[in-house]
């Protein structure tokens, strides 16, 4: 099936990415991620490890319904349980398929102890069942770059011959490199029996930072699906990064001569939510998606670019969703022209979102002159609810060089204000501490990052925070001309967000404050 001229995009970001420490995302941002994949073509979209968690097969169970032209594709070990939860998941789909893998290298062999014919077997009867379920089962030898290669090439083609559809190549710890990742590829094709019948799949991971070549290598190869992450989200140096393959095909198609579904102005739009979501900011200079992927600062630069874009530029901002006009809005600024403006952007809020927005918005245009297209997307991106347990009526916070630091603060807990003061070796850390006094907790700080969004000094600062308990994790996000109101607000956004989930691992949890407070 190498002849289609078609790449297939796979989208892992809600399994492998999510996977990621501490990119966790709620069940409502699963969603609205899986729906904003689907609007954009991805053709296949692996929602979650339904036996992992109550809350994966729900997720995945739920994006199956919401479906409307992917694929959805759940993950499944190799036994009969996993792949009978999976397919319970994945079933309401339009097009729902089955992802079973094992580990194939001598090292993954070790781990459940089967020597090179019990693990053929075990790989036999698994697919064999997957298939009796589902007729679009995709198979994974996990660690096929370290996998002999002859082993590879007789274990391919047991699970061909067991019915599965695709066969993935994962490069599972980024080992691989481009002119072995074609080779590899180009021998499981030409040389095992029923290979022309099946798509050929890479997954690469980015450990050495050769994703992105090593999948595009596996294309030359024969690979017709590539499976990838929005802003390359995974574990350690994470996946292949959707936009950069999507983007390197489109604009390469002299050299490498296949297409894709993908509706690349959509990229920008998911690659922020993604970041927010997950709470892993892009880098700055990150191919596609970073805030310097398109500026030009050096004086020569500039001077080619205004002469003829093309000089610098090998893609137009355009075609990733950057707006190529960037008109500020101000304090006058009525609903409409809101509305107009998060519209061009690619935000379509309902009503009641639109007015807490315009709030929020006529609340920065009061103390920032311009508010630019940054500043309103950090605006959207802000997730605190009417239901929050924990929010901050007032801060006051005195500084001076010779410290300590003290913060006084009123939070509402569970609607009745509370009062303190607390000090610190600086703000943000005198603030944290009254956090801590009104709300007394053993979550623990894991990252806590400050970025600009525009340029100035009355700039907004955007807040990162991660929290840590009994291995539940949670990103607090939030933004404000002010850095230390912004980093409280995203310190109790990231609580608020624990609690919830707090709630969901234990039902029946007293969520009077109270409770929790005795608790630790
Ligand atoms: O990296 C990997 O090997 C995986 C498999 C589960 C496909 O993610
Ligand atoms: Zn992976």
Redesign the pocket.
Known sequence: MTKSNQVLIFD?TL??GE?SPGATMTHDEKLEIAEMLDDMGVDIIEAGFPIASEGDFNAVSEIAKLSKSATICG?ARANYKDIDRCWEAVKHAKSPRI?T?I?TSPLHRAIPNLNMDEMAERIHDTVTHARNLCENVQW?P???TRTEWDYLCRVVEIAIKAGATTI?I????GYTAPVESADLIHNLISTVPGADDVIFAT?C?NDLGMATANSLAAVAGGARQI?CTINGLG?RAG?TALEEVVMALKVRGDIMPYTTKIDTRKIMNISRRVATVSGFAVQFNKAIVGKNAFAHESGIHQDGMLKNRETFEVMKPEDVGLSGTSLPLGKHSGRAALRAKLNELGFDLADNQLNDVFVRFKDLADRKKEVFDDDLMALVSQNDTEEDRLKLKSLRVVCGTDGPQQADMVMEVDGADVETSATGDGPVDATFNAVKTIFSHRARLQLYQVSAVTEGTDAQATVSVRMEENGRIATGQSADTDTVVASAKAYINALNRLLVRREQSEPGYDVKGISYKDAT
């Open positions: 892992t399994r492998d996977q993950l992802h893998f580990g994974s996990m660690d096929a993935n994962p490069d599972t710890v997954h991971h499976e574990e996946n």
